[in-house]
């Protein structure tokens, strides 16, 4: 399969504990996306990265959220002290480079804060 | 205010049925237009992509584009019950990093 994959596809976790998210893109690409969708709501823009350099970061992202791209390869995205508001799907995206090309998606990983 | 808005729904058609969604947006940066089809636990996957005024035809599928009145539709000829899932409008702004800004969705359910 080479799409983009998502890990862990599901994780329930109590509030105030660390979650670490992890995003493997479409080999070929460079440009990463994370988006945050909630129930009822279209995907929000988290954060992009272009190889290992994040390029922008959403308001959304307070300081308990960081992300990485070591080796501009995988990506990591961390949510320290998580709360109740933090539930949602957090979907990552990759793309080649260029004015536009299609953002493939993966399946997502659903957070759910208890 | 949104900057991109989606009619809300949910919808449901009869199969065969002529189905038209619509969104539409405040800021005249959005120059790439997108629909993607979200199936239920599963990532968005992209339907259509334009980036001019006008049509553009994939199949069942027509994108529409109107940068004047800055909005955009897409219909679904002869609908099936697998065109059932949630349907989500996306741009993006010229030097936005290419960027998303989705609508809210639109949730299709087709019947048999």
């Known amino acids: 399969d080479t799409g983009v994959s998502q890990n862990p596809r599901h994780k329930i976790t109590k509030r105030g504990q660390n979650v670490t998210f992890r995003c493997d893109p479409i080999s070929e690409h460079n440009r990463l996306y994370w988006y945050r969708q909630t129930l009822g709501q279209g995907p929000e823009f988290l954060t992009y990265f272009q190889n290992e350099a994040q390029l922008e970061k959403s308001r959304l992202l307070s300081d308990r959220f960081s992300a990485e791209r070591p080796k501009g390869s995988f990506s990591t995205l961390e949510i320290q002290r998580t709360e109740q508001g933090d539930s949602a799907m957090y979907l990552c995206?990759?793309?080649?480079?260029?004015?536009?090309?299609?953002?493939?998606f993966g399946p997502g990983t659903r957070l759910t804060v208890l | 205010q949104k900057e991109v808005e989606q009619d809300p729904g949910p919808l449901s058609v009869p199969e065969g049925a002529i189905v038209s969604l619509n969104c539409t947006y405040s800021n005249s940066a959005f120059q790439y237009f997108m629909w993607y089809r979200q199936y239920s636990r599963k990532g968005p996957e992209l339907l259509m992509y334009t980036y001019s005024s006008g049509n553009k035809e994939d199949g069942r599928f027509t994108a529409q584009v109107d940068k004047s009145s800055k909005y955009i539709s897409l219909f679904i000829r002869d609908s099936q019950p697998s065109d059932s899932a949630t349907y989500l409008c996306a741009m993006i702004r010229t030097g936005a990093n290419s960027k998303l800004t989705f609508g809210k969705g639109i949730t299709l359910s087709v019947r048999p």
């Open positions: 995206a990759s793309s080649g480079a260029g004015l536009y090309n299609e953002q493939f």
